[in-house]
């Protein structure tokens, strides 16, 4: 079964509406969200990718995957029933998977805080050395 579609090939009405986004993929399925195009891939499920918007020298916005409606109803029975081997720290339902979900959302997080300190950091010594300047004669 081939995991993405042909771009160019035509589709029918009934067929535009049986993609799922990753987003409601990850509400039915015990998986992360970003497992979820390779346990797609170990469950059988037709995904289509759509790839991000050229942002020149800066590179591409982010890729977005869509699963195959009907694809996605049967493995999410296959994951009910334990029929789909995924490894633990890809699921959310297992003390590992929400353990290192948890230690990703700290990186995640205590980056963009450390970086928007180092920011304001710069601007308010930009600002005292400006004061500074315009004070002294």
């Given at each position: 079964?081939?995991?993405?579609?042909?771009?160019?090939?035509?589709?029918?009405?009934?067929?535009e509406q049986e993609w799922l986004?990753?987003?409601?993929?990850?509400k039915l399925w015990p998986v992360r969200e970003a497992w979820l195009p390779d346990a797609a891939r170990?469950?059988?499920?037709?995904?289509?990718?759509s790839s991000g918007q050229s942002l020149g020298t800066w590179g591409s916005g982010?890729?977005?995957?869509?699963?195959?409606a009907e694809d996605v109803g049967r493995a999410t029975l296959e994951f009910a029933e334990?029929?789909?081997?995924?490894?633990s720290g890809?699921?959310?339902?297992?003390?590992?998977?929400?353990?290192?979900?948890?230690?990703?959302?700290?990186?995640?997080?205590?980056?963009?805080?450390v970086a928007v300190g180092a920011?304001?950091?710069a601007v308010l010594g930009c600002l005292a050395f400006?004061?500074?300047?315009?004070?002294?004669?």
């Open positions: 079964m081939p995991s993405t579609p042909d771009p160019g090939a035509p589709e029918s009405e009934r067929e986004s990753s987003r409601k993929v990850a170990r469950a059988d499920v037709r995904v289509r990718t982010p890729t977005s995957y869509y699963f195959h334990g029929r789909i081997d995924v490894p890809w699921r959310t339902d297992t003390a590992v998977g929400r353990l290192r979900e948890f230690w990703f959302k700290v990186l995640v997080y205590g980056a963009a805080t920011v304001v950091a400006v004061v500074f300047v315009l004070s002294v004669e």
